[in-house]
């Protein structure tokens, strides 16, 4: 079934523009152009679309008034922003409604690759519900600023690991915690590194994207209002878990860039305990009660509560963002891997072990409660490596 995708720009050039841009997409998509606000809502009455792409600057009902009203009767239709470089005042109006921003003029893969992701992500990998929720939420995060920065980067062709490292450099944040990690001693490293250049390459930019991404998100994220969990737990957690899935990843051989997408997945596997513990504080409160009175894990007393779990609101948050679909995969079945197709030793499988490894003594119920997909485990044969599996991340535990 095609994608419907609604492009809404009062100009007739940049309209006939986009349909030239996404000629190729016809096949895949069912595209729909029109010049104002009030003609978008009026096809949004007609049928469902999985994405708007809207302008910003248009007489009678702006962008930001468009998406803010999209938000309120479709919270499931992805939100995007086209604006002008000198629209700054009316995309701060958009703050909590669009999901993405792109600038024009727009690079045509760059428009592509965000729409594909946006239907993908608003398939197969989510339900109604997720979208739902996630639509609905008034602050929804936003990637960090310098992790789009990071992006941008590279995609030019002439950036260098030192043009990285000092793009790292402008938040003294992010480079101390950066430098504390790769001086820890999971990694064992018989010196000192002191700068971000030589973090990088050491840990490679992916990871340290990674750490930027979620890094962002706490740093920006309200304090809980409840005892049961706190973001010093979470942020602990998540290192921990991202750490021992890599140590599983190098003791099974998986090759550099498969060490690096385990870490990535383990780093923000738990993102969307983050967003429904800060975005619905009564209710995942009442998530936290459920664990410790019920006896059940973090999933399943979601599931009771809000109809999707954080697996799911994490996935599609971090596909908003346009994080690789195979970072999608880990953090959406890291509770479940059995229902992946893997046969051998994956990513998803060492964050799922990790998860459950390192909860089990992170002294906090809710982590505790995690469980193994002993199911899947069993029939793909890994039962009796799990000793090893544990012991392995034991003797390895980051200080």
């Known amino acids: 079934m095609k994608k419907r995708i609604l492009f809404v720009d009062d100009e007739p050039n940049v ?62 239709t992805v939100r995007i922003v086209l604006s002008g470089h000198a629209e700054h005042d009316l995309v701060n109006q958009c703050v909590g409604v669009a999901h993405q921003y792109i600038s024009k003029p727009c690079d045509p893969d760059q428009l592509k690759s965000m729409i594909q992701n946006a239907t993908i992500i608003s398939g197969k990998l989510v339900d109604e519900g997720v979208k739902r929720i996630v639509g609905s939420i008034e602050s929804l995060p936003s990637a960090p600023r310098l992790y789009t920065a990071l992006e941008a980067a590279l995609k030019d062709e002439n950036s260098s ?30 010196r000192t590194i002191e700068n971000a250049q030589e973090a990088v390459n050491y840990l490679g930019i992916d990871t340290i994207k990674g750490l930027v991404l979620v890094n962002g998100v706490f740093e920006n994220a309200h304090p809980l209002s409840f005892s049961a969990l706190t973001l010093d737990d979470l942020w602990a957690h998540t290192l921990s878990v991202a750490n021992g899935a890599k140590i599983l990843a190098k003791v099974e051989n998986l090759d550099r860039h498969l060490q ?15 967003v429904l513990a800060t975005q619905f504080p009564k209710q995942y409160e009442r998530v936290t009660e459920l664990v410790r009175t019920e006896h059940i894990s973090i999933p399943i007393a979601e599931q009771w509560e809000f109809g999707v779990t954080h697996a799911d609101i994490g996935a599609y948050l971090l596909g908003l963002w346009g994080i690789p679909a195979s970072i999608l995969k880990i953090v959406s079945l890291h509770h479940r891997p059995r229902f992946t197709q893997d046969k051998i030793f994956s990513p998803l499988l060492a964050v799922h072990l990790a998860d459950v490894f390192c909860g089990s003594h992170s002294g906090n119920t809710l982590f505790e409660a995690s469980s193994l997909d002993t199911t899947m485990l069993e029939a793909q044969g890994f039962s009796p490596h799990l000793e090893r599996w544990r012991t392995c991340i034991d003797e390895h535990s980051i200080n």
């Open 15 to 76: 309209l006939s523009g986009l349909q030239r841009m996404l000629r190729s997409m016809r096949d895949d998509w069912e595209m729909i152009f029109v010049d104002s606000g009030p003609k978008a809502l009026q096809e949004m009455a007609q049928r469902s679309f999985d994405v708007v792409i809207s302008d910003m600057r248009m007489p009678g009902m702006n962008g930001a008034e468009l998406l803010r009203e999209a938000m309120r009767l479709y919270p499931a």
């Open 161 to 190: 690991m030192q043009a990285l490292a000092e793009i790292i450099q402008q938040d003294i944040g992010m480079t101390a915690k950066i430098l504390k990690l790769v001086n820890s001693s999971f990694f064992g490293l018989r």
């Open 260 to 274: 690096e997408e385990t870490y990535i997945g383990g780093v923000l596997h738990d993102i969307g305990v983050l």
